[in-house]
T-cell receptor, first 115, second 116 residues
């Protein structure tokens, strides 16, 4: 079956530090990969996505590259801000095995950025 | 910007009672979903709904659960007889197309269900 493994949190950084949150996956077929973010008191919002190997998704200074050879989709940001404090979820979906609909999520990583 | 809304934000119920969680998906979306997150665990898929029928469901979604789109705007999740282990945050989501080909699912803020 499909699964997503994220680095365990929480992650605490100072403002302007470099961020990496690791994500690896196992999947049947050819997955689409997503990073969702959940700010306090809000629902999950799509941060970025990639649908084929070597694609780079990017948004709000965050980037992630779809690496088929290492089955990874690590999230990076060069300089985090206090407003980036949130929970980050890596997720995938595939169009094989009769499952076209659902997202499979990682456990989430809590990021806290201090001024 | 259109958004998915959910009511109530927090529901407390006694074991064995029925609960209905409500969602209003984005109006031009065709696919609807329920997920849940037990505290400290992963967000888990429960069910997807398309063209007025269930298109996929997980093993969690047993006979105690049902979904309905009663009036073309609301999307509900009913738990017939709640158990303590149903305590979780329940998220509704909607999308224009299939996640399997890269369409974004838009999530609501969640309903926290507490079963006592």
């Amino acid at each position: 079956g499909n699964s997503v493994t994220q680095m365990e949190g929480p992650v605490t950084l100072s403002e302007e530090a470099f961020l990496t949150i690791n994500c690896t996956y196992t999947a049947t077929g050819y997955p689409s990969l997503f990073w969702y973010v959940q700010y306090p008191g809000e629902g999950l919002q799509l941060l970025l996505k990639a649908t084929k190997a070597d694609d780079k998704g990017s948004n709000k200074g965050f980037e992630a590259t779809y690496r088929k050879e290492t089955t990874s989709f690590h999230l990076e940001k060069g300089s985090v801000q206090v407003s980036d404090s949130a929970v980050y979820f890596c997720a995938l979906s595939t169009n094989s095995g009769g499952s076209n609909y659902k997202l499979t999520f990682g456990k989430g990583t809590l990021l806290t950025v201090n001024p | 910007e259109p958004e998915v809304t959910q009511t109530p934000s927090h529901q407390v119920t006694q074991m064995g009672q029925e609960v209905i969680l409500r969602c209003v998906p984005i109006s031009n979306h065709l696919y609807f979903y329920w997920y849940r997150q037990i505290l400290g665990q992963k967000v888990e898929f429960l069910v997807s709904f398309y063209n007025n029928e269930i298109s996929e469901k997980s093993e969690i979604f047993d006979d105690q659960f049902s979904v309905e789109r009663p009036d073309g705007s609301n999307f509900t999740l009913k738990i017939r007889s709640t158990k303590l282990e149903d305590s979780a945050m329940y998220f509704c989501a909607s999308s224009q197309g299939l996640a399997g080909v890269g369409y974004e699912q838009y999530f609501g803020p969640g309903t926290r269900l507490t079963v006592t």
